[in-house]
């Protein structure tokens, strides 16, 4: 398999209309290099719809075009082409005809190009975005996270094929299970050998294993490796040690396809007794909620800056991030990896009731279980990533049906990778909005404010609504479903909790800054 960035020579502008294009009208464009934020430049209104939100952008329309040639001999290969976020509702064209579409802007995919190409000439692609009353922060648009080029013999390891885990660590020995999923897009049935090596930081093989594998045509089959590593290095904030798995497939001498992926062995464990332990060690989480910007960059996910924002963490004594409130980008996991910056990565902040006009919330019933899938295959071999967040301040969770949706997504969650922990960023205030004037005794739920505001200008207020029981008996399944339960500024339940469900874990998913030295104190007071 040969991946190449896909990165350069892109043509990125304010999509043109059908009329005006026929109209002769100049196409106001710029020659880019990905990752390339379409919105920062952009002339900002103080007329914006979403105003302060989204820094008074106003959004639009935006479109990337690019030339490339495909080789003659590329007939034979299977060719994809890999997208790791586009904001947002993508639509791909390839040669002009419509390829693929992904109304999230946080999710990666990919599109098996083959159809489309056009061997041995030049071929076009297309990508249009829009970004529009969708968020409740500046999110940036169009390509904004890196792409590559994928050209793979016909029988060839699956993108993010190569999973491995570490189900039993001591100081002695570590087993590493690898399971690597082949594809098949031959008319013929193949048998092949996947050959299986764990390499150290200092470049040693530390342990091998070898496997036969027979796929039929147009099928997938999945290769497992249980590989012995004796005195590991352990994966932990203060010790960031890193292995490489080294995958190759082979027939006969032929070598189809190899695969490289960066990985750490380490334990997780969890109980209200001892909180969250890793490699046995209990570890008090000084975390911070990150949204995916970079200031003046915008939202281009450059490496080099994406792993500054880490450096500057780690230095200030942060040893936690939480994606707020859509998954970081591959970049930032692999800063978190290298520096030893732990991770919850969060899957979005809206389930079925939207929070602004056009946003996740139409896509999410039919698309959620699949950005999820994408969002664990991009996370799965990356030891920072210790906790998965199916939501935010979502304000179904204090109902029946939005308890069924946690549920679900949770579930979900644990089929696709049960070594993580599953959270939810519960707010009670916001569960509870509905009946917020039940709350507070017949006030005024009607203040015309983000939620967020409301509950800094609620202070003490908002404490004693959090340890309601008209608050515990609405939260009570949509928290059950969780390993985790995630509060925002509802720290007053981390001591009543402790009595009313004393099996239940917390994490103080978003809290004031100004609390800190108070929080800090009961973090310290309560283990769970």
Same mark, same amino acid.
């Given at each position: 398999?040969?991946?190449?960035?896909?990165?350069?020579?892109?043509?990125?502008?304010?999509?043109?209309?059908?009329?005006?294009?026929?109209?002769?009208?100049?196409?106001?464009?710029?020659?880019?290099?990905?990752?390339?934020?379409?919105?920062?430049?952009?002339?900002?209104?103080?007329?914006?719809?979403?105003?302060?939100?989204?820094?008074?952008?106003?959004?639009?329309?935006?479109?990337?075009?690019?030339?490339?040639?495909?080789?003659?001999?590329?007939?034979?290969?299977?060719?994809?082409?890999?997208?790791?976020?586009?904001?947002?509702?993508?639509?791909?064209?390839?040669?002009?005809?419509?390829?693929?579409?992904?109304?999230?802007?946080?999710?990666?995919?990919?599109?098996?190009?083959?159809?489309?190409?056009?061997?041995?000439?030049?071929?076009?692609?297309?990508?249009?975005?829009?970004?529009?009353?969708?968020?409740?922060?500046?999110?940036?648009?169009?390509?904004?996270?890196?792409?590559?080029?994928?050209?793979?013999?016909?029988?060839?390891?699956?993108?993010?094929?190569?999973?491995?885990?570490?189900?039993?660590?001591?100081?002695?020995?570590?087993?590493?299970?690898?399971?690597?999923?082949?594809?098949?897009?031959?008319?013929?049935?193949?048998?092949?050998?996947?050959?299986?090596?764990?390499?150290?930081?200092?470049?040693?093989?530390?342990?091998?294993?070898?496997?036969?594998?027979?796929?039929?045509?147009?099928?997938?089959?999945?290769? &497992?490796?249980?590989?012995?590593?004796?005195?590991?290095?352990?994966?932990?904030?203060?010790?960031?040690?890193?292995?490489?798995?080294?995958?190759?497939?082979?027939?006969?001498?032929?070598?189809?396809?190899?695969?490289?992926?960066?990985?750490?062995?380490?334990?997780?464990?969890?109980?209200?007794?001892?909180?969250?332990?890793?490699?046995?060690?209990?570890?008090?989480?000084?975390?911070?909620?990150?949204?995916?910007?970079?200031?003046?960059?915008?939202?281009?996910?450059?490496?080099?800056?994406?792993?500054?924002?880490?450096?500057?963490?780690?230095?200030?004594?942060?040893?936690?991030?939480?994606?707020?409130?859509?998954?970081?980008?591959?970049?930032?996991?692999?800063?978190?990896?290298?520096?030893?910056?732990?991770?919850?990565?969060?899957?979005?902040?809206?389930?079925?009731?939207?929070?602004?006009?056009?946003?996740?919330?139409?896509?999410?019933?039919?698309?959620?279980?699949?950005?999820?899938?994408?969002?664990?295959?991009?996370?799965?071999?990356?030891?920072?990533?210790?906790?998965?967040?199916?939501?935010?301040?979502?304000?179904?969770?204090?109902?029946?049906?939005?308890?069924?949706?946690?549920?679900?997504?949770?579930?979900?969650? &644990?089929?696709?990778?049960?070594?993580?922990?599953?959270?939810?960023?519960?707010?009670?205030?916001?569960?509870?909005?509905?009946?917020?004037?039940?709350?507070?005794?017949?006030?005024?739920?009607?203040?015309?404010?983000?939620?967020?505001?409301?509950?800094?200008?609620?202070?003490?207020?908002?404490?004693?609504?959090?340890?309601?029981?008209?608050?515990?008996?609405?939260?009570?399944?949509?928290?059950?479903?969780?390993?985790?339960?995630?509060?925002?500024?509802?720290?007053?339940?981390?001591?009543?909790?402790?009595?009313?469900?004393?099996?239940?874990?917390?994490?103080?998913?978003?809290?004031?800054?100004?609390?800190?030295?108070?929080?800090?104190?009961?973090?310290?007071?309560?283990?769970?």
């Amino acid at each position: 398999m040969i991946k190449q960035s896909f990165n350069c020579d892109w043509i990125a502008g304010p999509k043109q209309s059908v009329f005006a294009s026929f109209a002769g009208t100049a196409a106001d464009t710029k020659s880019v290099t990905l990752p390339y934020d379409a919105l920062r430049d952009q002339p900002r209104s103080a007329n914006s719809t979403q105003g302060s939100h989204t820094a008074y952008y106003p959004g639009g329309h935006f479109e990337y075009t690019k030339t490339f040639d495909v080789p003659a001999e590329w007939r034979d290969k299977t060719v994809i082409l890999e997208f790791e976020g586009v904001y947002r509702d993508a639509m791909v064209y390839i040669n002009g005809e419509f390829a693929a579409q992904r109304p999230s802007g946080y999710a990666g995919f990919a599109i098996k190009a083959d159809a489309y190409l056009r061997y041995g000439q030049p071929n076009a692609i297309a990508v249009q975005a829009r970004a529009h009353e969708d968020s409740r922060w500046y999110t940036g648009a169009g390509i904004y996270r890196n792409t590559h080029i994928i050209v793979a013999e016909p029988v060839h390891i699956a993108l993010d094929g190569v999973r491995i885990t570490t189900p039993d660590v001591d100081a002695e020995h570590a087993v590493v299970a690898v399971a690597t999923t082949l594809e098949n897009d031959s008319r013929f049935t193949r048998t092949v050998r996947v050959d299986t090596r764990i390499i150290g930081a200092d470049g040693t093989v530390v342990a091998n294993g070898s496997a036969p594998v027979t796929l039929f045509p147009g099928t997938s089959a999945v290769s &497992r490796a249980r590989l012995f590593v004796a005195s590991p290095a352990l994966w932990s904030p203060d010790s960031p040690a890193l292995y490489d798995v080294h995958t190759t497939v082979t027939e006969g001498d032929d070598r189809l396809d190899e695969d490289r992926s960066r990985f750490g062995i380490r334990t997780l464990q969890l109980d209200p007794v001892h909180g969250l332990r890793i490699n046995g060690t209990t570890i008090d989480l000084r975390g911070a909620c990150v949204h995916h910007d970079n200031g003046p960059l915008g939202s281009a996910a450059i490496a080099r800056a994406e792993e500054r924002r880490v450096e500057i963490l780690k230095s200030a004594g942060f040893n936690a991030i939480r994606s707020s409130h859509n998954p970081l980008s591959r970049a930032m996991l692999d800063a978190c990896d290298r520096l030893g910056m732990l991770v919850m990565d969060e899957l979005t902040d809206i389930w079925t009731e939207g929070k602004s006009a056009f946003d996740y919330s139409l896509a999410f019933p039919e698309w959620w279980e699949r950005d999820l899938e994408a969002m664990i295959a991009k996370d799965f071999n990356h030891p920072s990533v210790i906790m998965y967040s199916i939501g935010n301040e979502i304000f179904e969770v204090g109902t029946p049906i939005g308890s069924s949706w946690g549920r679900k997504l949770a579930e979900k969650a &644990r089929c696709l990778d049960d070594t993580r922990f599953v959270t939810n960023a519960l707010n009670p205030l916001v569960a509870m909005m509905d009946r917020l004037g039940e709350l507070m005794g017949g006030g005024n739920a009607d203040q015309p404010m983000d939620v967020n505001t409301m509950i800094a200008s609620m202070g003490e207020m908002m404490r004693k609504l959090s340890t309601s029981d008209l608050v515990t008996q609405a939260m009570e399944e949509s928290a059950a479903v969780l390993d985790v339960v995630g509060f925002n500024y509802a720290e007053t339940r981390y001591a009543l909790d402790a009595v009313q469900f004393p099996n239940r874990i917390i994490v103080g998913s978003e809290t004031f800054p100004g609390h800190i030295d108070e929080l800090w104190r009961l973090v310290r007071a309560n283990p769970h």
